[in-house]
């Protein structure tokens, strides 16, 4: 497969779920101008001219599709393997996407629901063709959407089998750190009041996969227009068409994309007075203004502030040191030993960091999903940085692996597997063939998709009335007036 038609099918795998949402949740004029001008861009951004020389052959590709179906069925998609709490709400959002007509409308209250639903509307949408709620649509689905983004891993890295489990398992370290020093001192871990941690990718699979895939998806594209085409404007379409998918990876995204901008032409800023170059942002955020206003009708009361405003502020600053603090001093070690600090791309990456520490800062949302969801864009970008640079490292050093300063690259990759690997052992323990193998040994039973009406009940239920508000559109609002289907 060449790069250009890897470019393509990442931006036409996000760009579908918009079209489907445009006809779904808006008014008939409108919905049409927004799939047309979609259509459009895409047809502008369709690549033909090939920036990487790196090509995936037939074997390859089969075997990052095999390891992407198993990631998935590790994740808990499809109910084949043991699945995480956040489960009761993807299934239930999955559920009432088929059950009801769109856009969705709450009938305890009236009100509209207001939600990403990117990931789930292409399964949705099929299983409401086959008059059914199909677990198998949603599984491949979601096993395209990572075969796409390991596709682009394996080629930024010249094809590294090591590299791309670096990029799974990066983060995580202070997390294992924390446990391991509170074991060492006789106290058991404890879930924080909110979480400031860094997770690695692989972990992430288990919690929030509707946000990650397409976080991977629009880094790649980011990564490839910035380092290898010199034109970051072109990822603008990626940035804006992910906000269906998540709101705190798009908030970063944004930001992310002015940097980049910023560095590439803060010398030349009437580059953007040429006609191309006004195309690439100004129709997609032309575009994206009737989402914005559907997204702004969820003004819902969360909690909110900087996080040294909640208490107990010294459990939380602890759980910041070594979940936030430690990971941080990790990464910038392996800037370091990779000579990252001194490369062209030196001035981003600090940015990098120092946006990851902003985001740290603030909290949103009862779990903290600010920070959870809003630090992946960023550390899925430095680790593509990180990798990239660290497949040439080894390129140029044959005998790497008996240097000193290899010994805390692999140390921090081992200790980033820890918890990842755990999560998969378990799913490979309890999941539906050992269940009907050793079903007096193994219980396993999926979170049910149908057990409320709609994801808000569920939320009521299971999670709080308080985190169930955050799904409701105002009533009176300018989408439910002006803009709603």
Not at 118 to 136: C, N, Q, W
Not at 215 to 232: E, G, N, Q, T
Not at 290 to 309: D, E
Not at 369 to 378: A, E, I, K
């Amino acid at each position: 497969m060449k790069t250009t038609l890897l470019r393509n099918l990442s931006l036409g795998y996000l760009l579908l779920p918009n079209i489907i949402f445009s006809l779904g949740w808006f008014r008939m004029p409108i919905s049409i101008l927004l799939v047309a001008g979609l259509i459009f861009m895409f047809i502008q951004s369709y690549e033909r001219e090939k920036t990487l020389k790196t090509d995936l052959d037939t074997r390859q590709m089969m075997q990052i599709s095999l390891i992407s179906l198993l990631i998935i069925a590790f994740s808990g998609i499809g109910g084949f393997c043991f699945q995480a709490f956040d489960f009761w709400a993807h299934n239930s959002k999955y559920y009432t996407l088929y059950n009801q007509s769109w856009p969705v409308l709450f009938k305890e209250n009236g009100r509209y629901a207001c939600h990403y639903f990117g990931f789930f509307l292409v399964p949705a949408l099929i299983s409401k063709g086959l008059g059914e709620l199909s677990g198998i649509a949603l599984y491949l689905w979601a096993s395209v959407g990572l075969f796409i983004g390991l596709c682009w891993i394996f080629v930024f890295t010249s094809k590294n089998y090591l590299a791309l489990v670096f990029f799974l398992s990066l983060g995580g370290v202070g997390h294992i750190t924390k446990v391991l020093l509170l074991h060492a001192i006789g106290l058991n871990y404890h879930v924080p009041p909110f979480f400031t941690e860094i997770w690695p990718v692989l972990y992430q699979t288990q919690w929030a996969p509707n946000q990650l895939i397409p976080i991977i998806i629009v880094s790649c594209i980011l990564f490839h227009d910035y380092v290898y085409a010199k034109r970051p404007e072109r990822s603008f379409l990626a940035v804006t068409a992910i906000f269906i998918w998540g709101i705190f990876p798009s908030i970063v995204f944004v930001i992310i994309f002015g940097i980049l901008v910023l560095f590439r032409y803060h010398k030349d800023l009437r580059y953007f007075l040429h006609p191309r170059a006004m195309m690439d942002i100004m129709v997609p955020g032309l575009l994206f203004i009737p989402t914005f206003f559907y997204f702004l009708s969820g003004k819902n009361s969360v909690v909110a502030g900087f996080i040294w405003q909640f208490k107990p502020l010294n459990e939380i600053a602890f759980h910041y040191f070594f979940g936030v603090v430690v990971d941080l001093l990790v990464l910038y070690g392996i800037v370091l030993l990779l000579n990252l600090h001194k490369s062209a791309f030196s001035g981003f990456i600090h940015a990098l960091f120092a946006l990851l520490i902003m985001i740290s800062l603030v909290r949103m949302g009862k779990w903290n999903d600010w920070f959870l969801r809003g630090s992946t864009p960023v550390l899925t970008l430095l680790s593509l940085f990180i990798l990239h640079r660290f497949s040439v490292w080894i390129k140029e050093r044959p005998d790497w692996y008996k240097m000193k300063m290899a010994y805390p690259v692999v140390l921090f990759l081992l200790l980033g597997l820890i918890v990842p690997v755990s999560h998969i052992t378990r799913a490979l323990k309890e999941n539906l063939i050992t269940h009907m193998l050793f079903p007096d040994l193994v219980k396993f039973t999926p979170y049910p998709y149908n057990q409320y009406e709609d994801f808000y009940q569920m939320g009521k239920v299971i999670y709080s009335q308080q985190e169930a508000n955050q799904f409701l559109g105002q009533k009176g609002s300018f989408y439910e007036v002006y803009l709603a289907r």
